[in-house]
C-alpha cells in the first residue's frame, strides 16, 4: 500500500504525518512542489512485458505529461530481486542528492521508498504500482528500491544528463530507517 510518513529532520522514530489516501498524500506533497498521481493502465502489463507494450498501456498519461512539462525522453527500467548489481545499485542513491532536473518516476509494479528532506523535515513516500511521484529539480532526496529490488517504472528526462546525483556530504539519510519490503506499514 503506498504511503507518506512525514518526521522532522531530528525524530526518525515518530511521524508527524502517517497516511495511504492517495488524495491527502497528493495535498500533502503538493504543499513541497511534489506531483504525486495515480495512473490506469488501458491493457493488462507484467514485469517482462517490452517496453513498447508498458509505455502503451499508459500512452494517454505519457503523451499528456510529455505535453505538460516538456520531457524529451521516456524509457522504462526494470529490475528484479536476482539482478547481480542489486546491491551497487541500491547503493547509488542512497545518499542525500539533487538533481538538475525535475525527476518523475512511474512504478508499473514493485515498489520503491523516496525520502525527500524539506525545510527541517523529511517525507518518506512509499511508492507502489500505479503512483507517479514527479520531485522538482533541486529538491534534496534519497531513493531506496530495498535490499531485494522489484520493480518495472517508466522515467521521464528532459536531458540525457539531468539525472546525475549531485549529493550533499549530509548524513540525514542514515540515520532514517532503511526501505525494507516486508515492513509492516
Same mark, same amino acid.
Given at each position: 500500500?503506498?504511503?507518506?510518513?512525514?518526521?522532522?529532520?531530528?525524530?526518525?522514530? /515518530?511521524?508527524?504525518?502517517?497516511?495511504?489516501?492517495?488524495?491527502?498524500?497528493?495535498?500533502?506533497?503538493?504543499?513541497?512542489?511534489?506531483?504525486?498521481?495515480?495512473?490506469? !493502465?488501458?491493457?493488462?502489463?507484467?514485469?517482462? $512485458?517490452? %517496453?513498447?507494450?508498458?509505455?502503451?498501456?499508459?500512452?494517454? $498519461?505519457? $503523451?499528456?505529461?510529455?505535453?505538460?512539462?516538456?520531457?524529451?525522453?521516456?524509457? +522504462? +527500467?526494470?529490475?528484479?530481486?536476482?539482478?547481480?548489481?542489486?546491491?551497487?545499485?541500491?547503493?547509488?542513491?542512497?545518499?542525500?542528492?539533487?538533481?538538475?532536473?525535475?525527476?518523475?518516476?512511474?512504478?508499473? !509494479?514493485?515498489?520503491?521508498?523516496?525520502?525527500?528532506?524539506?525545510?527541517?523535515? +523529511?517525507?518518506?513516500?512509499?511508492?507502489?504500482?500505479? $503512483?507517479?511521484?514527479?520531485?522538482?529539480?533541486?529538491? /534534496?532526496?534519497?531513493?531506496?528500491?530495498?535490499?531485494?529490488?522489484?520493480? +518495472?517504472?517508466?522515467?521521464?528526462?528532459?536531458?540525457?544528463?539531468?539525472?546525475?546525483?549531485?549529493?550533499?556530504?549530509?548524513?540525514?539519510?542514515?540515520?532514517? %530507517?532503511?526501505?525494507?519490503?516486508?515492513?509492516?506499514?
Amino acid at each position: 500500500m503506498s504511503r507518506l510518513r512525514i518526521f522532522d529532520e531530528n525524530d526518525t522514530a /515518530t511521524p508527524t504525518l502517517t497516511t495511504s489516501d492517495h488524495a491527502e498524500m497528493a495535498r500533502e506533497l503538493a504543499k513541497i512542489g511534489v506531483g504525486f498521481e495515480q495512473w490506469q !493502465a488501458n491493457a493488462p502489463v507484467a514485469p517482462g $512485458d517490452s %517496453p513498447e507494450k508498458i509505455m502503451d498501456a499508459y500512452r494517454a $498519461d505519457i $503523451d499528456r505529461l510529455i505535453a505538460e512539462r516538456g520531457f524529451k525522453t521516456v524509457d +522504462v +527500467v526494470s529490475i528484479a530481486p536476482d539482478n547481480p548489481q542489486r546491491e551497487a545499485m541500491r547503493t547509488k542513491f542512497l545518499d542525500e542528492h539533487f538533481h538538475k532536473e525535475d525527476e518523475v518516476r512511474f512504478f508499473v !509494479a514493485g515498489s520503491g521508498l523516496f525520502s525527500l528532506h524539506v525545510n527541517a523535515q +523529511v517525507y518518506e513516500v512509499k511508492c507502489e504500482q500505479g $503512483d507517479l511521484i514527479a520531485v522538482p529539480d533541486g529538491a /534534496t532526496h534519497w531513493f531506496d528500491m530495498g535490499p531485494e529490488p522489484s520493480f +518495472v517504472a517508466i522515467r521521464f528526462f528532459t536531458e540525457p544528463d539531468g539525472w546525475v546525483g549531485h549529493f550533499t556530504g549530509t548524513d540525514i539519510a542514515q540515520r532514517f %530507517p532503511r526501505y525494507e519490503k516486508g515492513q509492516a506499514g
